[in-house]
């Protein structure tokens, strides 16, 4: 892996297609000249803000981003993508595709492939709120507590992206028909 300096960011650069067999929590700035598979959950934020550039398509298990994603290719995620915070961007030039796909004050540029459940940054439906928690589990909304010892279910609003990072690291489902 080469690395340069570039004003205040040391970026990597890794030629070719990278695969990693596990999760991966990306704090540096990193540049892959290829295809880029995690097998499992790609986290930016956990450690510190990572910037990821992909020149080819990324899959993942499941994505969520505070920092930088830029993908040249396809975003195919088996799970969740979650892009949250303004400071940085979520770009993708191909289309992404995945169970549930969530931003949250985000600048975004992306087409939509096969999405199952889709809210966007700025302007979100109530339609788009009732597909998400049509699918995902009530424990990654903020207040689920409440609303289910009075037999509701969770208000329509984005879910919360701290309880969806929480529960990805413990390896807990995400979505109601998920068997983890």
Not at 22 to 34: F, Q
Not at 43 to 65: A, E, K
Not at 106 to 121: C, F, L, Q
Not at 140 to 157: E, F, H, I, S, T
Request: aromatic residues 10%.
């Amino acid at each position: 892996m080469a690395d340069y300096l570039e004003g205040d960011h040391a970026w990597y650069l890794h030629q070719g297609d990278l695969v990693v067999p596990d999760d991966l929590d990306l704090d540096i700035a990193l540049i892959v000249d290829g295809d880029l598979v995690v097998h499992g959950f790609l986290d930016d934020y956990v450690s510190g803000i990572g910037m990821l550039v992909v020149l080819g398509n990324l899959v993942v298990r499941d994505l969520v981003s505070w920092g930088s994603v830029y993908v040249e290719g396809d975003l195919r995620a088996h799970g969740v993508v979650y892009g949250y915070y303004n400071d940085f961007i979520f770009e993708v030039n191909g289309a992404v595709h995945a169970r549930a796909l969530i931003l949250g004050d985000k600048s975004a540029s992306y087409a939509t492939g096969e999405v199952e459940a889709e809210i966007d940054s700025y302007h979100p439906t109530k339609e788009q709120f009732r597909t998400a928690r049509d699918i995902l589990v009530p424990q990654v909304y903020d207040g689920w507590r409440n609303r289910a010892r009075q037999g509701k279910r969770p208000k329509l609003r984005r879910p919360s992206c701290q309880r969806v990072c929480a529960r990805l690291h413990a390896g807990e489902p995400l979505f109601q028909d998920d068997e983890r």
